[in-house]
């Protein structure tokens, strides 16, 4: 192993971001570099964004319904931890046999992780409002739909916003793995360690890392300007 | 409400039971060593000789954890066993970081590596500057070797390499044989492979700048769907390897193209071992292992991929099958 790989440095997978490095498999064509960091990232934010509106259509109204008519405790939550324990590797395999690889199998897949974190929690979310609120609200002859729209749901945004963050760093943690699906993402420097080598797959590391605390920090802020004054927790 | 906690509560601890069973049958599948082989050996044509001088050395084969590497421990170990060696196995390393490392440490005796690799993992060799012959590739690959205490035996007849594969029709709809006669049509075919065949020049990149062909997109995928993509016509042209049994079970399905201007670098499989370990064990080990793999030839090869990957034989049945079928053993 005269030729062993250099391990990986912090320095080294920032110059590997910036600029095009060797690579001993390419011929001499260099790899990684800004452009195709950037390129990279863009791609797995698209991903993302994608795979997250899926799963919100999906889950946000299933979630917001059945918490309002009570019903389907076990469906909401059953289904929310089960969705949790599937492969997604195993599902990108097999929807690749069904309907091929390329965006239209990963979104799909990668939504099934968005799935169960944000049904349950608007789930939860509209339970926990106070019965009496409620049943006020019923009482003024708001319909039931607008007892969802204007009062269960803004007092359950603090939840729901916890849903939805955490299915979205789930999905965009998992996008890593759509280079093995037709999609290159910035899975493509931490797969490809023959290629990129360990300052590559660093690379990649660190802006998934990134990627996510600052996904992460905008949900954050949208979750604030959405919970309503009365709800806030006052400083002072 | 208290009921229905209750309930999912159970269903919940059933959920958790069935995934931590699964988890264990999953670790328990390693495959168990060997020991089959007949111990005296007849006298019929190549029968493999048992001597009895060999009875007091222990012998650990290994190999890495796909299909075709595990073939070839079991061969090496099941003829070794014939030949009166004490043979165990250990057919389950991860790369071939690994496995060299088990040599050298001498946790294993020797395990089957491809020339190709050795050159270019261990020794930083370009793989354009891979010898396409393999005997070539092998002395380079031993000289290397020699250096660390180590020693590879010559070289199988087969060879593992990637190849651009499509299936019968497209080939015969744009009269393809050979990849030069890609240039002209590849700007109309999609090119499927694994995700860093992208930027390596024994691939995508040596396609380009060797043949100066253009593709109309190169899309990674798994290793594991080069067949699917071909088969759902998503692919014009996959790359596939030459030892894959689909190229000998379904023959009328897919081909591949003859890699004319060598670009994906020979990997005959060389067996690598400490030469200190090939002096005690005597010379039926290196005599041996020559003897067996001398029938391995590329279609063998793939009728063996084929028994294990399709006919779902295990590595150690398709051995058996094939050191008796040459007469290595009775």
Known sequence: ??????????????????????????????????????????????????????????????????????????????????????????????VAVLIGVGLANVAPVLAILGIPPILTNAYVGVRQVDRSTVDAARGMGMSEMAIIRKVELPIAVPTVMGGIRSGAIAILATATIAPLAGVETLGDFILNRNVYGENGLLAGAILVALLALTIEGLLALLQRRLTSDGLKLKTV | MRTDKTRWRALLAALAAMALTLGIVA????????????????????AIQSNPDNEKVTLTIGSKNFPEQEILGEIYAQALTAAGYKVKSALNLGSETVALKAVKTGQISGYPEYASTALTSFFGLEPEEVPADATEAWEKANQEFEKEDLQAFEPTPFASANAVGTTTETAKKYGLKTISDLEGVSEKLSLYGSPECRQRIDCLAGLEKLYGLKFKSFNPVDIGLRYTVLEKGQADLSILFTTDPQLSAEKDKYVILEDDKEVFPAGNVIFVTKKSVAEEAGPDFEKTILQVQEGLDLKVVQELDARVEIEKETPKQAATAYLESAGYIE
């Open chain 1, 1 to 94: 192993m005269t030729a062993a790989l250099p391990l990986a440095s912090f320095t080294g997978a920032f110059e590997f971001i910036f600029t095009p490095q060797d690579s001993n498999v390419t011929g001499g064509k260099k790899v990684g570099g800004f452009d195709k960091s950037l390129e990279l990232l863009v791609k797995h934010l698209e991903v993302t964004l994608l795979a997250l509106a899926i799963a919100l259509v999906i889950a946000l109204p299933l979630g917001l319904y059945l918490g309002h008519r009570g019903k389907g405790e076990q469906f909401a939550i059953g289904l929310g931890n089960a969705g949790r324990a599937i492969p997604e590797l195993a599902v990108i395999a097999l």
């Open chain 2, 27 to 46: 670790c328990g599948s390693d495959s168990d060593s060997s020991s089959t082989g007949s111990e005296e050996g007849s006298s019929s044509g190549s």
